[in-house]
């Protein structure tokens, strides 16, 4: 099985490395292509692949996909301005607390009514499926066609909201776990205590000393020219996969961690030196985002669908499209990057269920033995996958050209 594993894993990358140039001029991305070539190898099709006997399903899917948001967050981080932060921290907080709320109570409300499944369980579902996933977000913002056709304001509010949405996830997932499983006044009293100060907290202050003293240390290192050329592209990707690693140790949201540390490591370290590390660093995260798409093609549970009946669908089609596009809407008054109703939607369609919704999913599956949460999240993967997949170069063009038609038009243009 390994073997089988590493075989198909290396022919996919090069099969997609060497089209990359022509899938960038197609609708189709590179994940959907790893899915489907998932869904071939796996147990529906040839059973070439069967991540159940490899162990327990939902915890493979989950460490896999805990270690391609490490490397994937890193990448999201220091593609962000060092200014950027500081000149956008109130419009990215209301994006990440007001806004992630709304999402969070929308796509509860979707799964709660349409499926019929318990509010506390709905929302475990809603909050997996919350966040903006930067792995599938990251085709969107960068290349050629996203430098061409969207303006810089809203490619870093994308990725930024991606990165930090992320692991924020984690404290309206643990909420409605610890709803189920202890009393309400003990769940809610270890939630603020031991998730929101620790868990979450204590993440983001060990991860921004970590991003800071690997920054510290690069700069260190190369006044005394101590560190080879080639070292330098793999050093980001050994920091990811330290804070990966050190925050399951302390027990804490080691997402968050990751994140806060690429971006205390963005901080530090000067734009040149950034530069050549985010290079690297596309190019590992690129090297890791297509296995887990292909591993989530595996996994896909076809039974669990099918139980569902056209429920499932229609699940997986609302949450699209009331999950986000309303809560852009709506708040954009106070979002100084979305100027219009066209960034709006823009934004609002564009914010993909993939690889972060899949890590939650697995884990909360995994504590409270509820495959019902792994067969909606994974609906809505698929579905985010397909439409958001398939629509991201048709309508990144569309916007650069409604946007180049209407700077014209404008009697300031």
Known sequence: MFNTIVTVIGALILALGLGSKWLERTPVPATLLALLAGVLVGPAVLHWVDPAALGERPVILERAARLTLGIGLVSVALRIPKEYP?????EMITLISLGMVLMWGLSTAVVHLVLGLPLALAAVIG???TATDPIAATPIVTGRLAEQNLPDRMRRAISFESGANDGLAYLFVFLPFLLLTRPAEEAVSHWLVHTLLWEVGAATAFGIALGWAAGRSLQAAERRDLIQEDWRMVYV????LLAVGAGRLIRSDEVLLVFAAGAAFAQVVGPDDRKAEEHGQEAVNRFFSIPIFALIGTALPWRGWAEMGWKGPLVAVLLLLLRRPPVLLLLRPVLPSVRSTRDALYMGWFGPIAVA????????????????????????ICASVIAHGMTAAPLTRLYGRTAAS????SPDG
């Open 237 to 240: 990707a050994a920091m990811a």
């Open 357 to 380: 919704a899949a890590y939650y999913a697995a884990l909360m599956e995994h504590r409270l033995h509820e495959p019902r949460i792994w067969h909606v999240a994974s609906l809505a």
């Open 86 to 90: 500081r000149r956008h921290w109130r």
């Open 406 to 409: 209407h700077e014209e038009t």
């Open 127 to 129: 909050a997996a499926v």
